[in-house]
Nanobody, 126 residues
Framework: QFQLVESGGGLVQPGGSLRLSCVLSGFTLDYYSIGWFRQAPGKEREGVLCISEEGAGTNYADSVKGRFTAFRDNAKNTAYLQMNNLKYEDTAVYYC???????????????????WGQGTQVTVSS
């Protein structure tokens, strides 16, 4: 049985950076696209971005364009979310999820993804 594990969250000041990791164990990341989602307190989980199997076709939510970047190392079964210029409103639990297709959907919605990790907390605070 495979498992997704996110890590790299923490407390960061506004304007700071964090890099989250998503490690897949028990299976290979090949042939899957990967979505990153987040859930802020009291809000529904929202899609942040998606990266295709080949690392192309990344789709960003408007709120993170120009600040967040996704990349992946299939040989390490790991996906990454690089977050720069973090803002207070980026505070949330961040999740990665697999999509059973190599390409990304036109919108990053939960319905298009499955196999969730447990999440990692990101807190932006001064």
């Amino acid at each position: 049985q495979f498992q997704l594990v996110e890590s790299g969250g923490g407390l960061v000041q506004p304007g700071g950076s964090l890099r989250l990791s998503c490690v897949l164990s028990g299976f290979t990341l090949d042939y899957y696209s990967i979505g990153w989602f987040r859930q802020a307190p009291g809000k529904e989980r929202e899609g942040v971005l998606c990266i295709s199997e080949e690392g192309a076709g990344t789709n960003y939510a408007d709120s993170v364009k120009g600040r967040f970047t996704a990349f992946r190392d299939n040989a390490k079964n790991t996906a990454y979310l690089q977050m720069n210029n973090l803002k207070y409103e980026d505070t949330a639990v961040y999740y990665c999820s697999l999509r059973g297709f190599p390409d990304c959907p036109s919108t990053v919605r939960e319905a298009y993804f499955g196999s969730w990790g447990q999440g990692t907390q990101v807190t932006v605070s001064s």
